[in-house]
């Protein structure tokens, strides 16, 4: 109805088990929308943000009342694969760019011509991984991953990329999304003494791994803790303590990632909320907006659906993560991989880059 | 005289005045809310379940925390059927209703023995061990990304499930309505003064000459088949299902929303669903992060307070009796 | 004799129908009134007035120089009220010896003593209480205020379902208790002449207000007068 | 192998701390509480907090946790709960998920969503080792901690209740208030005191759990099914009920989980439902039956 | 009573322990077709345990059980209701949230084999109407018969526990204390109802009211510890001096009026 206005329609959970996702992620749009003002093209940026508690099926009724209601032109967010693969669909039917800002299973850009994904996938985070191990005397690793399709996928590819690179997954082990106590995983581990642990779990659950993990030894044992950077998420590493010192992970953000754009953003970011460390769930969300902005800057303000996809596709950038495009063909995004380990900088736990894969794509694509 | 008694037996089984016009105003409401279609369709869904839940909670005193276990149940058959059989809705909801009955048949055997608590348990237990499967068997049913690819013929042929959910709405109202209308000639028959026996008195039921279990046992498949039929209209509506229709956090809902609305009496159901959506989409378009609080604060409130007292305000200010 | 208990102008009642009207009686040490009157016409109400379990709306009571309708319910206890409610009440998740020793208080009435005065307790002193039979249930009611060693016995209908022989020895005990020990009692019965042959005044009630007040002597010699009070027609 | 057993000894003793409390407030008091992991919460993060901020000692904030929470419980149960004890249980069931809501949401506006993650002292991080091969015994020290202070609490608690007046009054107040109290029992005395026991065990029980299980605001509705199943196959009539359920399940659900890891979430749930199928009543319930 | 006179309800060896307590121990018990039979005991002697046993809610650790020539012994609750053999609880138990019409309608109903009718309402058989009327009325309950259950007076809750029991037209019934906490005046009215049933109904009376024990009954059992002490018609009890030692006392009771 109102011509100008161009309205996103941000779907996360803010409430729940997935709530701390939901809340970087509108922190960091906030942020993104006050550090370039919320006109583009002629045309007022509205965000409406709804909480889908991470349940597919309120997902899918938000986004088709977004749609149908508040003719809402880009819908982003979607905290959880489900979400994202629930939506898909309205994206296609009603010819609405839908932006994946955290869900992070490979295949969600295949559900739909009009998904655009700025977070990252679990593939190219473990194959990254699995690269870097083999080279540093890693061969022999349990992977313990969450019962779920996130773990399932970095399982996979993290198994497969290892055996290709002349190493071996000796047991894989999956444990319920919703275990408390991990005691019974890792006494396993510890029996089988295999050079390292690769471990995804959720971020959040990923401080009681680690604590488990040396609470049992198993680094005196001789086994190395790595695995994808939810383990290290940066929004609570520095309440990780000291036992996160060394755990390598890999993975496309970092709060500390050394260049003047992240300086900037980490800094705006924590001072508009208390504090609040970015996380790659910010970032992912960031960089979100910044495509959406440019879209509707390169399309004028005038174009539909399309015109908005298309002017996503293939944008090149600098992200606070480093350079990131997105694949014209996939939708999907290419960035690099980072390999860091977790040091003390300034008082504080970071995940300090020491590697890198150049601009990856998504290897669940390349199949 | 025996018109007088046989009128007092009947009066709870007649048709109100209001309630056919509630029925219409219901039917209508797609239409005239026409940009409410999508939550007018949850909402009829959900009163479904709550419905179903009412039978055995409210009339036949089984508690449950597991009602999730035959509404996902319905809701993986139904989309299952579709993407794998045929895409009918109609046929996929019928298919649906039969195999929750069958699931609510062996579960019966579970809820005939112990206490308030071990029902609960037990139940509870159920839904979490079928949420696993469906996990476990990702093969079938596309694990915790949720059952994709789901695509729904057209209603009776003729009409498509569109984007803004008018002809979705109208179908779980109409199938709702339906089985309002069977489960309250249920409920108000000798069949229905039984349950209602059980529930208040086990030990006196029995020494009538009810035969308790096989009652029970009855009216616990009848509920899970309608709460099949809620579960095969979400996923047919909504084209998809997922793991979440066997969550925890689903059965405990519907527990909630019959016992803001009302327990032993199916209007409680409906005005549950009515009255807790629309607070939870309201409240949470308001503060997407805190209206739990909000919703929490109603619940101690209308339970502090008591339902009655709540629905008249004018007796808020006058002393209460001992 | 000193005077025991003193209610005056007494009202109770449940909400906001009133049950007792203006009720007045006095009892002395070491004895025993008869509470006679009809089916629901408050004696049961009387008695849990006095025992603090009713809302009382109007009058005072006073035991022994104390107010008690200034006191909760659960200090009447500690100024001399022994409660025998007329449904039981026994205490269902505890045994029988627990029954006692909860509620027990210092004095001459032990736990033990009970179990002298009914044996069957004594057999059954781990059971539960919703284990026992009905007799045993009510034994156990009477027992259970007896330990709270009480100045004033409040026994509602404590008769019911025992045998002929149990009621015998139930009314000789009382008997025994309030002439050797001193203590009062209020009993209310179904069977009138039950009480009257132990009792020393009586007080009948219907519809909430005393209709009759003098010794059980003279209720004892004139059973038309009974029958009339109570409306009884044989 | 003995290893396996030990942390299933240590993790069953840590759902007894969690779920103790609520046996209390159910069990004794026939009070069917919900919102008790939010006292747990509450417990967790006085914890947490004192120690992230002031720097308090592990070991003086475990009490201040027992006393917080109490001290929470014991005005609610003044304010609030009180009314709601004559109430139908599933009314109960509703206000205190309410309050659970409530309780969930605030701590998030108040402390954030994140989780938080609590540094234990030194002394109680280790881990030693005795034995070796099969038989090997790898015990960490804060197990051993969580084992004793579960046993001297279960010892303590069993003790009140079984030997002392106290239980029985309690127990006569929950069956009949008005009675109890016309025989001298004060009753609101014996409730307010029962309901703080209660929650400050819910806080001592966060307050030992946040290390292993992660403390956020989701905390009380994530382990509620946990304490539940605790209570319901232990049975509500005692303390030990709930003590020897919450060892087995421990012990179960470990093992099963290092045994036959692909079976990881069903173990618990199946033994639950077959336990109380075969033993409607709760695997331990207080002699002589219902 | 003749030996000729068919037996309808034939208890033999029941044997009852809970734990450590032997409730009911080797008790026979043969009630003949139309008794009045009266079961009496001191407290805590059997007898409610005895009915439990004879309606299935317990099961016996030893015994057998025979309704009308066939063993019930393993035979489910609402079966042996189904055959004709109805009780009355000591303590009341109804239907607290239901009126007395629709306690009686429902129970009229089962009694009919309509407790499975789920399509037609309550109450749209006319006989049900019917005999629920007339039960209402024979127990004075027609005033309150649409009162929820619970807030009724004690006495009319008495009543319809009674009234219940008839419902189910039993032909063999168990009365439990049927007139505690009646007043004086009503039980033998209350008695009379039930006495006045066809005289092929055999009755087993539980009573400590000794005055409406021997008006009632013609033929009595004393059970004493969970044993039969003795059995015989109501001279032969009201004479022997045992059960006057165990139970009756010194006969004060049994005379005063
Ligand atoms: N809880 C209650 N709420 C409302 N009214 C009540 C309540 N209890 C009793 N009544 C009413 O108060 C009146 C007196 O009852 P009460 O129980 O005191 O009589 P009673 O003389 O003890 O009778 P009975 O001989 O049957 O024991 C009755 O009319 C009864 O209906
Ligand atoms: N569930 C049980 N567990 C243990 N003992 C029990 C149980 N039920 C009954 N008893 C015991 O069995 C004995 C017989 O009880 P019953 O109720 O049959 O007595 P009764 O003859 O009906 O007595 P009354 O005349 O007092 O009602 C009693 O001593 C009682 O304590
Ligand atoms: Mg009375
Ligand atoms: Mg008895």
């Not at chain 1, 965000?47 to 982003?76: C, H, S």
Request: charged share 15%; proline share 4%.
């Amino acid at each position: 109805q109102d011509n100008n206005k161009f309205k996103i329609g941000l779907i996360i959970p803010m409430t729940g088990q997935q709530a701390s996702t939901g809340r970087q992620i509108e922190a960091a749009a906030r942020l993104y929308m006050a550090q370039n003002g919320d006109t583009v093209a002629g045309k007022k940026i509205e965000l409406i943000v709804k909480d889908d508690v991470a349940t597919p099926d309120v997902t899918k009724r938000l986004a088709q009342e977004l749609v149908v209601n508040e003719k809402i032109n880009v819908m982003a967010g979607f905290g959880v694969t489900p979400a994202a693969l629930a939506a898909a669909p309205i994206a296609t039917q009603s010819k609405t760019p839908l932006v994946v800002m955290a869900a992070a299973t490979s295949s969600i850009t295949e559900a739909s011509p009009y998904v655009v994904r700025t977070s990252f996938t679990l593939p190219q985070a473990s194959v990254a991984m699995a690269d870097w191990a083999p080279k540093n005397g890693i061969k022999k690793v349990v992977t313990l991953v969450s019962d779920y399709g996130p773990g399932i996928d970095a399982e996979r590819y993290f198994k497969d990329r290892l055996l290709f690179n002349g190493g071996q997954v000796v047991e894989s082990l999956r444990v319920p999304l919703r275990s408390p106590d991990f005691a019974p995983f890792l006494q396993k581990v510890r029996d089988i003494k295999p050079d390292a642990l690769f471990v995804f779990v959720p971020s959040g659950a990923g401080a009681a791994v680690m604590k488990q993990f040396l609470e049992r030894g198993m680094d005196k044992a001789g086994i190395k803790l790595i695995g994808t950077g939810d383990l290290t998420d940066d929004d609570q590493l520095n309440d990780m303590g000291d036992g996160a010192l060394g755990v390598v992970t890999s993975h496309h953000y970092s709060a500390f990632h050394p260049s003047p754009m992240n300086k900037k953003f980490v800094e705006a970011f924590e001072k508009a909320n208390k504090g609040m460390r970015p996380n790659f769930m910010a970032v992912g969300g960031y960089d979100g907006m910044r495509v959406i902005y440019e879209a509707l800057r390169a399309t004028k303000g005038q174009g539909g659906g399309e015109a908005l996809l298309a002017a996503m596709k293939g944008q090149i950038f600098e992200s606070p993560r480093g350079p990131m495009f997105i694949d014209a063909q996939t939708r999907d995004v290419v960035h690099n991989m980072y390999l860091r380990k977790v040091e003390r900088k300034n008082g504080q736990l970071y995940n300090v880059e020491f590697d890198v894969i150049k601009d990856m794509k998504d290897p669940g694509k390349s199949k | 005289m025996t018109k007088q008694v046989h009128d007092a037996l009947r009066n709870t089984s007649r048709w109100k005045l209001w309630e056919p016009v509630f029925w219409l105003v219901v039917l209508a409401s797609p239409f005239v809310l026409s940009s409410h279609a999508l939550i007018i369709n949850e909402i009829a869904i959900v009163a479904l379940f709550a419905i179903s839940l009412d039978l055995v909670l409210g009339y036949s005193g089984i508690v449950s925390l597991g009602h999730a276990a035959f509404f996902g149940m319905g809701a993986y058959v139904a989309a299952l059927f579709a993407k794998l059989v045929m895409p009918d809705p109609l046929v996929g909801l019928l298919v649906a209703i039969v195999v929750s009955a069958l699931l609510g048949a062996i579960c019966s055997l579970t809820v005939l023995r112990g206490s308030d608590l071990t029902r609960l348990m037990v139940t509870l237990g159920v839904a979490l061990i079928l949420l696993e499967l469906a996990n476990k068997l990702d093969w079938l049913t596309g694990g915790a990304d949720g059952l994709q690819g789901v695509v729904m013929g057209p209603l009776l042929g003729k009409f498509e499930f569109d984007l803004t959910g008018q002809v979705a709405a109208c179908y779980s109202i109409l199938v709702a309505l339906v089985l309002f209308v069977l489960a309250r000639r249920l409920t108000n028959s000798p069949f229905g003064a039984t349950l209602m026996a059980i529930r208040d008195n086990r030990l006196r039921a029995m020494a009538i000459g009810i035969p308790v279990s096989s009652r029970v046992a009855v009216v616990y498949t009848i509920a899970a088949a309608l709460a099949g039929a809620a579960g095969a209209l979400l996923a047919q509506t909504t084209g998809f299902a997922s793991l979440d229709v066997f969550a925890f956090d689903r059965s405990a809902d519907i527990m909630l929303i019959l016992v803001i609305g009302g327990t032993g009496w199916l209007y409680g159901g409906i005005a549950g669903a009515i009255v807790f959506k629309l607070m939870q989409d309201v409240i949470s378009s308001i503060t997407p992060q805190y209206w739990t609080f909000w919703i929490g604060l109603f619940l101690v409130i209308l339970m502090l307070v008591g339902r009655e007292k709540l629905m008249r305000p004018w007796t808020w200010f006058k002393r209460s009796g001992a | 004799m000193a005077e025991l208990l003193k209610v005056e102008a007494l009202s109770a009642g449940y909400g906001e129908a009133v049950v007792l009207n203006n009720i007045s009686l006095s009892l002395d040490e070491g004895k025993t009134l008869a509470l006679l009157g009809r089916n629901g016409t408050g004696k049961t109400t009387l008695i849990n007035t006095l025992a603090g379990a009713t809302r009382q709306h109007a009058g005072s009571i006073t035991l022994g120089g104390t107010l008690l309708h200034k006191l909760p319910s659960h200090e009447r206890a500690g100024v001399g009220i022994g409660w025998v409610p007329q449904e039981r009440n026994i205490f269902k998740s505890l045994t029988v010896d627990e029954n006692l020793t909860a509620v027990a208080r210092a004095g001459a009435w032990t736990p033990a003593r009970v179990y002298e005065m009914f044996p069957r307790l004594a057999e059954r002193k781990t059971n539960l209480g919703t284990q026992l039979s009905g007799g045993e249930q009510q034994m156990l009611a009477v027992g259970r205020a007896l330990v709270l060693n009480p100045k004033l016995l409040l026994l509602d209908e404590p008769l019911e379902g025992l045998a002929p022989i149990i009621v015998e020895e139930l009314l000789k005990a009382i008997r025994r208790i309030t002439r050797d020990e001193g203590l009062s009692a209020i009993i209310v019965e179904q069977h009138p002449q039950a009480i009257l042959a132990i009792s020393d005044s009586a007080v009948v009630l219907d519809r909430g207000t005393v209709v009759h007040a003098g010794t059980a002597q003279e209720l004892r010699e004139q059973p038309a007068l009974v029958d009339r009070l109570l409306g009884v027609s044989r | 192998m003995l290893t396996i057993l030990f942390d299933g000894i240590a993790y069953g003793m840590l759902l007894f701390i969690l779920a103790v409390g609520l046996a209390v407030t159910m069990g004794l008091m026939n009070f069917i509480n919900l919102a008790h992991g939010a006292f747990a919460m509450v417990g967790g993060y006085i914890t947490v907090l004192l120690m992230q901020r002031l720097g308090v000692p592990f070991l003086v904030c475990l009490p201040l946790a027992f006393l917080g929470s109490a001290l929470l419980g014991g005005v609610l149960e003044r304010t609030l709960y009180r009314p709601m004890y004559r109430k139908p249980h599933l009314d109960q069931v509703l206000f205190s998920i309410g309050l659970t809501f409530m309780a969930v949401a605030s701590a998030d506006y108040f402390i954030g969503s994140t989780q938080q993650i609590m540094q234990l002292p030194e002394w109680l991080k280790g881990r030693t080792e005795i034995g070796d091969g099969a038989w090997m015994l790898g015990m960490g020290h804060y197990r051993l901690f969580i084992i004793a202070v579960c046993a001297a609490l279960t010892i303590a608690l069993q003790y009140v209740l079984a030997k002392t007046r106290f239980g029985s009054m309690l127990r006569a107040s929950v069956d009949d208030q008005r009675v109890a109290a016309g025989l001298g029992i004060n009753v609101n005395v014996v409730f307010l005191s029962t309901f703080a026991v209660g929650s400050g065990l819910a806080g001592l029980g966060g307050a030992l759990g946040a290390e292993v299980l992660g403390l956020d605001p989701t905390f009380p509705l994530k382990f509620m099914i946990y304490f539940l199943i605790v209570v319901a196959v232990g049975g509500t009539s005692s303390i030990t009920g709930p003590l020897l359920a919450a060892l087995l399940l421990g012990i179960a659900d470990v093992a099963g989980k290092y045994y036959i890891p692909k079976m990881g979430a069903f173990i618990v749930y199946c033994l639950m439902i077959a336990i109380l199928i075969w033993r409607p009543q709760g695997l331990f319930v207080r002699k002589g039956g219902k | 009573m003749t030996d000729s006179v068919e037996t309808v309800l034939l208890a033999e060896g029941l044997v009852m322990r809970f734990g450590g307590i032997t409730a009911t121990n080797n008790v026979t018990l043969n009630l003949k077709k139309g008794a009045r039979h009266a079961l009496i005991g001191p407290n805590g002697a059997g007898k409610t345990t005895l009915i439990n046993l004879l309606t299935g809610v317990l099961q016996p650790t030893e015994g057998r059980i025979t309704l009308l020539g066939q063993d019930i012994t393993n035979v489910a609750p609402n079966q042996r209701v189904k055959r004709g053999m109805v009780r009355t609880f000591q303590i009341n138990q109804l239907f607290d949230s239901l009126t007395p019409l629709q306690t009686l309608a429902l129970t009229v109903s089962q009694q009919n084999g309509l407790g499975t009718s789920w399509w037609k309402a309550l109450g749209s058989n006319s006989h049900v109407v019917e005999r629920c009327e007339q039960l209402l009325e024979q127990f004075h309950l027609t005033e309150v018969m649409n009162q929820q259950t619970k807030v009724l007076a004690y006495g009319k809750r008495r009543l319809l526990e009674i009234a219940i029991a008839l419902a189910c037209e039993p032909r063999v019934l168990l009365l439990d204390e049927p007139v505690a906490g009646v007043p004086a005046g009503e039980r033998e009215e209350l008695l009379q109802t039930v006495a006045a049933l066809p005289a092929d109904v055999s009755i087993l009376l539980i009573e400590h009211d000794m005055d409406l024990v021997f008006s009632f009954a013609n033929r009595m059992t004393v059970l004493v510890n969970g044993t039969v002490l003795t059995e015989g018609d109501p001279e032969q009890i009201a004479n022997d001096p045992q059960v006057k030692a165990v139970y009756l006392g010194h006969g004060e009771e049994v005379s005063h009026g």
